[in-house]
């Protein structure tokens, strides 16, 4: 089993950064940060594999968006820089404890068994 407690969000202004923290209790093979805003589908961002540390991102955050672990890979973050007002969402931990045998849906929820409770990102311009 595997629990997710997301912390880190916060209301700022455009062009402002914010790092979001995800404490992560039992395996996990993959995990990833997810967003959603009022009306919108649930939108992968980031995906970090826990073991090679290998990372992907979705293309409308390559750039501006970090995802990364601490050494004993009990702590993911996502460090998100250049804020813009369509970033406003709340913003999902989850993680799978096996792999995916389709490559293009591991920024898809579908891919995650365990999710956070969500922490939320307003951003103003």
């Known amino acids: 089993q595997v629990q997710l407690v997301e912390s880190g969000g916060g209301s700022v202004q455009a062009g402002e950064s914010l790092r979001l923290s995800c404490s992560v209790s039992?395996?996990?093979?993959?995990m990833a940060w997810f967003r959603q805003a009022p009306g919108k589908e649930r939108e992968g961002v980031a995906v970090?594999?826990?073991?090679?540390?290998?990372?992907s991102y979705a293309d409308s955050v390559k750039g501006r968006f970090t995802i990364s672990q601490d050494d004993g890979k009990n702590t993911v973050y996502l460090q998100i820089d250049s804020l813009k007002p369509e970033d406003t969402a709340m913003y999902y931990c989850?993680?799978?404890?096996?792999?995916?045998?389709?490559?293009?849906?591991?920024?898809?929820?579908?891919?995650?068994?365990?999710w956070g409770q969500g922490t939320q990102v307003t951003v103003s311009s």
């Open positions: 989850a993680a799978a404890r096996y792999p995916n045998p389709y490559p293009g849906t591991v920024l898809h929820q579908s891919a995650y068994t365990y």
């Open positions: 039992g395996s996990t093979y993959r």
């Open positions: 970090i594999y826990t073991s090679s540390g290998l990372t």
